[in-house]
């Protein structure tokens, strides 16, 4: 059995730091609680998957909206620690996101995902979303 809820005390969102690491390899654990309480000023939230005392997967997202879509829900980070991958621990975290999203009267659930990124390509799709666009990015 899981339980999956919304990070909000410094506690634990340390203990989600080690599976964000494997998604976002660039983050430091002695900053990480200080970013994410600060984009949380900001609407971002961390929801968490956990199973037998150990979390398994998280997510970041955010609501927002836009003339071209209306009200969404943005995930900017979906990640399964990979040792409990092919589990269905990120499948369920993603249906979270969906009823999250419906629960917050969202039109749409969007995410960019890295074009190198073919496992979670096949993972999105067969999740059954479409590819609707194309990111374009310019370092400042």
Do not use: N
Not at 22 to 42: A, C, G, K, M
Not at 78 to 89: A, E, F, I, K
């Amino acid at each position: 059995m899981h339980q999956i809820a919304l990070a909000v005390s410094e506690g634990t969102i340390t203990r989600c730091f080690p599976v964000m690491l494997e998604l976002r390899p660039h983050l430091v654990q002695s900053t990480f609680v200080q970013q994410v309480q600060r984009q949380q000023q900001h609407g971002y939230q961390l929801a968490y998957l956990e199973a037998d005392g150990s979390i398994r997967a998280v997510a970041g997202f955010r609501l927002s909206e836009c003339l071209a879509t209306g009200k969404f829900l943005y995930v900017d980070d979906l990640v399964t620690r990979s040792g409990d991958r092919s589990h269905g621990y990120g499948e369920a975290l993603f249906h979270w996101l969906i009823d999250y999203a419906k629960a917050h009267d969202c039109q749409q659930l969007s995410l960019d995902s890295g074009v190198q990124r073919f496992a979670a390509h096949r993972f999105y799709l067969r999740q059954r979303m479409d590819i609707t666009s194309h990111h374009f990015a310019l370092k400042l």
